[in-house]
């Protein structure tokens, strides 16, 4: 079978595009703030350590009384002593001194040492890509307006055009203990697990992706788990140990018609041992010299119910059809000192997924085994497989290996050498019946590329060494 | 002129030597604050929570300068006046919704506003026209009380001899009371750490 070269090339890229958000979450506007250095939170940034996820979680708030250990000059907007004038006074509330704002910059480069490998077949034989060694810039925004109210946000400029990927507000503190019940509401990630999204040392974000409808060709923006979307969400953490999220979103819904797409998810999550989930009254890391490491078992799951509309495959005009998924998964994450093993999956239910719009499951699995060597260099591996089992055609499961090491060459610049080897067994299928590639993954440098061969049968199994990618970003 | 200069520092003798006995008879208090976080330290007083006796009143000043309260921080005594100052070239207005709230309404440039303070306590000043300021009157018992100096340290002069509760207020931290005895003529130190 003949496939043609511009259609693997463009579904290799838009995997690329679509296979995961952009990483956030290093902000040096919080190193400003707190005149503290990123090493307080992040291992590799944007990989939080245990302190680094307490202060995530408590929507960007130290322990304690947040503003005790800001540093930065602040402008008092309405005094402390106004809450007794209150309604006749604006609550109290402060502003930085200066915009508290932060920029950075990432991108990618792949070398490909099989010419024949799905992406250099596609490409002319290349044998490297720089196209995206500056894929992204980045202005961050973090900031506290009280001791309760926190704000959040990110732009990325790409290409593509400018996307505002985060834009929150976070109300702490709402009701009953502190951390109990905060309310996020904007732009952000929904809260799937009780780490933070950009919880890889080799990839981006924890948690693969999988585009169904992308993979199928139904939708150019198709819905995966993990992405920015509109959204409200109810979190909190219970007594230092337990952690929820519950929140609509609006999930993939950029079909011009606009229907409502009336997502909606749940979390909760358990953690034994090392750090308090909330930070609160911690003595510190038993060896000072190794903040990130901790004894520690943390378990989590998630339900996530999702519609996303795309256009009615050959009817014109357009028209919307709606895929309606549930996903239900967990996690679970273990830590010896600085070794971790992160690993975890989820199961994903489509009533209309497939080319020809019929139903499929879906499952991912995950597995990053780490290990802290130096505070600058973390070599990992990373495991990933996505199974489809649409009705009415074989099931087929592509895996993904990344084998890779972390660097930090300066605490705001890092570097990520890995090494990208995937394995099908299988492919999905066009409304033909034709075999079409893979998509998902967890990062733009370390995504699910394998497209059929000339004589790939739709059930062909074999592996390739996809690329070696360099992911290069700085912030400051 | 010899003789004039005689009598003069005959004269001059006489009243050292009567002023002497005087300052004897009361001690001082000294020593230093230390602060966590250290941000909160300018916002510290430290006092002695009950002294005999009465205390004429007296007339301090709080000026607004530059949209800011100057002194950041001042110690009266119960009864005394506080006349605010206004050397801005903008209107300000001072209220305090603290303890015994009062509101002086709007002044302009060169205008003053009088309060006098009867009830104990620390009072924040505000201003509506410009919610940023912030400063504090901290009202005590007796004359015996001290803002502490941008190092923490702080001195409490003329206080009679005897056996006194030294407390400190803080505008966000706190430290548990001290007991400290007074001896004319002597220096007593003490010294507290805050927190939350």
Redesign the interface.
């Known amino acids: 079978m003949k496939l043609p070269i511009r259609f693997v090339l463009q579904l290799s890229l838009l995997a690329a595009v679509l296979s995961a958000p952009t990483p956030a979450g290093a902000i040096p506007a919080f190193a400003r703030k707190y005149e503290t250095s990123c090493l307080t939170c992040h291992v590799v940034y944007p990989r939080l350590n245990p302190f680094g996820e307490a202060f995530r979680r408590n929507g960007y708030r130290f322990p304690?009384?947040d503003s005790?250990?800001v540093?930065q000059a602040t402008?008092?907007?309405?005094?402390?002593?106004?809450k007794?004038?209150f309604p006749n006074?604006?609550w109290p509330s402060w502003i930085p001194a200066s915009v508290p704002i932060a920029i950075g910059f990432n991108g990618q480069a792949f070398g490909y040492p099989d010419k024949n490998a799905s992406v250099p077949r596609a490409n002319n034989g290349a044998q490297f890509v720089l196209d995206d060694l500056v894929a992204e810039g980045h202005i961050w925004a973090g900031a506290a307006v009280d001791d309760t109210i926190t704000l959040w946000g990110e732009l990325t400029f790409s290409s593509s055009g400018v996307d505002v990927e985060h834009a929150q507000v976070l109300l702490n503190d709402l009701l009953g203990p502190k951390h109990l019940v905060n309310v996020v509401v904007g732009r952000g990630f929904p809260t799937l697990t009780s780490f933070g999204p950009h919880s890889s040392f080799l990839g981006d974000i924890r948690m693969t992706n999988v585009p169904v409808t992308g993979i199928y060709g139904l939708s150019t923006d198709p819905f995966t788990l993990v992405d920015n979307y509109n959204g409200a969400e109810v979190t909190g953490v219970v007594r230092g140990r337990v952690d929820y999220s519950a929140g609509v979103s609006t999930g993939k819904n950029t079909f011009a018609t606009k229907f409502n797409s009336e997502n909606w998810y749940a979390h909760a999550g358990f953690k034994l041992g090392g750090m308090r989930l909330d930070g609160e009254g911690s003595p510190g890391p038993a060896n000072a010299m190794k903040p990130w490491a901790e004894t520690a078992v943390t378990v989590d799951g998630f339900v996530y119910h999702s519609r996303e509309y795309f256009p009615t495959p050959g009817v014109t005009p357009a028209s919307p059809t709606g895929n309606s998924s549930l996903s239900a998964g967990g996690a679970i994450r273990g830590q010896l000192g600085s070794l971790e093993l992160d690993l975890g999956g989820y199961d994903q239910k489509h009533d209309r997924a497939t080319a020809t719009l019929g139903s499929l499951h879906s499952d991912v699995e995950f597995a990053e085994l780490s290990y802290v060597l130096f505070p600058w260099m973390v070599p990992a591996v990373r495991v990933e497989r996505i199974g489809l089992r649409p009705s009415g055609a074989p099931d087929v499961y592509d895996v993904h290996i990344m084998p890779g090491i972390a660097f930090l060459l300066r605490a705001n610049i890092k570097a990520v050498l890995v090494g990208n080897i995937e394995t099908t067994h299988g492919f999905a299928l066009d409304a033909t019946g034709a075999p079409i590639p893979w998509m998902g993954g967890n990062a733009d440098w370390g995504n699910f590329v394998m497209a059929p061969r000339a004589t790939s049968a739709p059930t062909s199994s074999f592996g390739e060494f996809e690329s070696i990618a360099l992911f290069i970003a700085w912030a400051i | 002129m010899i003789r004039r200069l005689i009598a003069r520092t005959v004269v001059a003798s006489l009243c050292a030597a009567a002023a002497a006995p005087a300052l004897a008879q009361t001690g001082t208090i000294t020593g230093k604050v230390e602060a966590t976080?250290p941000?909160y330290l300018a916002e510290t007083v430290v006092y002695v929570k009950q002294a005999p006796g009465t205390f004429a009143p007296k007339t301090a000043a709080v000026d607004q300068k530059s949209l800011t309260f100057v002194p950041h921080v001042l110690v009266v005594t119960k009864g005394d006046t506080v006349k605010f100052l206004n050397h801005d070239n903008v209107a300000h207005n001072v209220?305090?919704?603290?303890v015994d709230?009062f509101n002086l309404g709007t002044f302009k440039q060169n205008e003053e506003r009088t309060h006098a303070f009867t009830k104990e306590g620390p009072y924040?000043l505000?201003c509506?026209i410009h919610?940023?300021?912030?400063g504090y009157v901290f009202v005590n018992q007796n004359p015996y009380a001290a803002a502490v100096d941008a190092k923490g340290t702080f001195t409490i002069k003329d206080v009679p001899p005897g056996t006194y509760k030294l407390e400190v207020w803080n505008s966000?931290l706190k430290a548990p009371e001290k007991t400290v005895t007074v001896a004319a003529g002597q220096t007593v130190t003490e010294s507290f750490a805050l927190k939350?």
């Open positions: 304690g009384v005790d250990a540093k402008i008092v907007m309405s005094q402390e002593a106004n007794k004038t006074s604006v | 976080p941000k209220y305090s919704p603290d709230a924040s505000l509506s919610p940023e300021m912030l966000h939350r």
